[in-house]
């Protein structure tokens, strides 16, 4: 099971990255401009995230590599995902009933590790 733990999300780590500096969210969001202290505050809880310009500010801020923020982002790569069910049905009819029967994540995840495991353990 994947467990998320302190420093292992992008908010967490810019959480981290602006306690070092004794940052408000109030100051940081005056310092970057263009963003508000809500806004920050719904990014670092995970509840939105940042624009690929408002990440760009941040990294350059922090001084930390844009990549290294943008790998923490959990969303999935919607674009890439639409993609392979446009082009592979399978693909498409599978995401379907994992919608459709209300697969947890987790449930998606042992999955995915038990079907890894059987795998390896063929090899």
Do not use: C, W
């Not at 908010?11 to 306690?19: A, H």
């Not at 939105?48 to 590599?65: I, N, Q």
């Not at 693909?91 to 059987?118: N, T, W, Y």
């Amino acid at each position: 099971m994947l467990t998320v733990g302190m420093g292992n999300t992008l908010g967490d780590k810019l959480r981290q990255l602006r306690d070092a500096r004794d940052l408000s969210l109030r100051e940081l969001a005056k310092q970057l401009g263009g963003v508000t202290a809500a806004h920050l505050s719904d990014i670092e809880f995970g509840r939105r995230y940042p624009s690929d310009d408002l990440l760009r500010k941040l990294a350059g801020f922090f001084r930390v590599e844009e990549g290294e923020l943008h790998s923490l982002d959990t969303r999935p790569p919607v674009e890439e995902i639409k993609r392979r069910a446009q082009s592979d049905p399978v693909f498409g009819l599978a995401l379907r009933k994992l919608v459709d029967k209300e697969i947890s994540p987790e449930e998606m995840l042992g999955l995915i590790e038990g079907r890894r495991k059987e795998e390896s353990d063929k090899k």
